[in-house]
């Protein structure tokens, strides 16, 4: 079955440097669209990057806009979330999602496999 599992997760100081990566089996990976949304506690599940089957398009959130950036490798079946400039606002559960389409799209419910999560605080 599809498996995606997320890595990475821990604690950043405001202003550093943290990357997220997404282990992707169980499907033809190279297929796929992907993206990376987030959740915090009580709150709605908010969409933060997606990238396309062939990782030339891509689109973000716009609290994200310009501080993150997506990638892929379907060489090895990963994807990936830079996250520059953190700040206590982006402190959430971050989850890798895929579909069964190619294109991008910030919509949850366009995916149809998620992941387990993985945690990020923003913390001095």
């Known amino acids: 079955q599809v498996q995606l599992v997320e890595s990475g997760g821990g604690s950043v100081q405001p202003g550093g440097s943290l990357r997220l990566s997404c282990s992707a089996s169980?499907?033809?990976?190279?297929?796929?669209?992907m993206a990376w949304f987030r959740q915090a506690p009580g709150k709605e599940r908010e969409f933060v990057a997606t990238i396309n089957y062939r990782g030339d398009d891509s689109d973000y959130g716009p609290s994200v806009k310009g501080r993150f950036t997506v990638t892929r490798d379907n060489a090895n079946d990963m994807m990936y979330l830079q996250m520059t400039s953190p700040t206590s606002e982006d402190s959430e559960v971050y989850y890798c999602?895929?579909?069964?389409?190619?294109?991008?799209?910030?919509?949850?419910?366009?995916?149809?496999?998620w992941g387990q999560g993985t945690q990020v605080t923003v913390s001095s």
């Open positions: 169980g499907l033809t990976f190279s297929r796929h669209g």
């Open positions: 999602a895929g579909m069964v389409g190619t294109w991008i799209s910030a919509a949850a419910g366009h995916y149809d496999y």
